[in-house]
């Protein structure tokens, strides 16, 4: 068929998968986080919330997703937009943006397949180690 584009995006068992590993991570760190996997359009394909975590951080998960869709880490978006004053002070204004550590794209073949989002641990830091165990489940995500 002329005019169609085939893509690939991630599988729920993956990021079923993703989300238990944040879990067990985050236990053994003693913390509570939320975890989002979204698709490579940006939809939710995975959730997890565990108890205690906050419930804001609910959607700054998700947040940090859709924004490592751009295809870079949160952090490395933040420190991308920090050296221009426009985009740091429209970038974000924008809807579902966030540009903090905890939010990675999803590669597969080096094709952005979807995004994890980790939020509401004490530190960003725990976030973003929280996530990582999860990209150790996919070879080159992140």
């Known amino acids: 068929m002329v ?23 985050a236990r053994q ?8 996997i ?13 108890d205690g975590a906050p419930i804001l951080s609910i959607e700054i998960a998700q947040n940090k997703a859709y924004t490592a869709l751009f295809g870079v880490s949160t952090q490395d978006f933040f420190s991308f937009i920090q050296r221009d ?7 974000p204004t924008l809807a579902r943006v966030a540009a ?3 939010g990675f794209p999803i590669k597969v073949d080096g094709e952005i397949v979807g995004a994890i989002g980790v ?5 960003v830091q725990n ?6 165990a999860a990209l150790a489940l996919v070879s ?3």
């Open 3 to 25: 005019n169609v584009v085939k893509k690939n995006s991630i599988s729920f068992e993956l990021a079923q998968k993703m989300v238990e590993e944040v879990i067990a991570k």
């Open 29 to 36: 760190l003693g913390i509570a986080d939320n975890v989002a």
């Open 38 to 50: 979204l698709d490579d359009g940006g939809n939710l394909k995975a959730f997890g919330r565990m």
């Open 85 to 91: 004053p426009s985009l740091l002070a429209g970038i």
């Open 100 to 102: 903090y550590g905890g």
């Open 119 to 123: 939020s509401g641990a004490p530190t």
């Open 127 to 132: 976030d973003v180690d929280c996530a990582r």
């Open 140 to 142: 080159d995500a992140g």
